[in-house]
């Protein structure tokens, strides 16, 4: 069974950092592009960034670039989000997701979900 594991949402200050994590078990993450997704309350989900099996394709969504980093660690079998200069309006529950493929990364159509962690940013 797929099942991956998000780790590092919390509490912030505007202008703040954190690290998420997603680590994976029961099955290797080599093979799958990884998606962020993150949705607020009243609001849609979204796609935030993808990153494909090896790691030499990333996608941004125009809101976090310059600001959110993807990177993964095939070893560990985890994947990263790094998110720098937060703002109020990145305020959301971040889901991690495993794709066959960035294009699919990129569409949503996703074959194993994580649970979420929430990320509050405020003063």
């Known amino acids: 069974q797929l099942q991956l594991v998000e780790s590092g949402g919390g509490l912030v200050q505007p202008g703040g950092s954190l690290r998420l994590s997603c680590a994976a078990s029961g099955f290797t993450l080599d093979y799958y592009a990884i998606g962020w997704f993150r949705q607020a309350p009243g609001k849609e989900r979204e796609g935030v960034s993808c990153?494909?099996?090896?790691?030499?394709?990333?996608r941004y969504t125009d809101s976090v670039k310059g600001r959110f980093t993807i990177s993964r660690d095939n070893a560990k079998n985890t994947v990263y989000l790094q998110m720098n200069s937060l703002k109020p309006e990145d305020t959301a529950v971040y889901y991690c997701?495993?794709?066959?493929?960035?294009?699919?990364?990129?569409?949503?159509?996703?074959?194993?979900w994580g649970q979420g962690t929430q990320v509050t940013v405020s003063s």
């Open positions: 997701a495993a794709s066959l493929g960035v294009l699919r990364c990129l569409a949503q159509k996703v074959d194993s």
């Open positions: 990153i494909s099996s090896s790691g030499d394709v990333t």
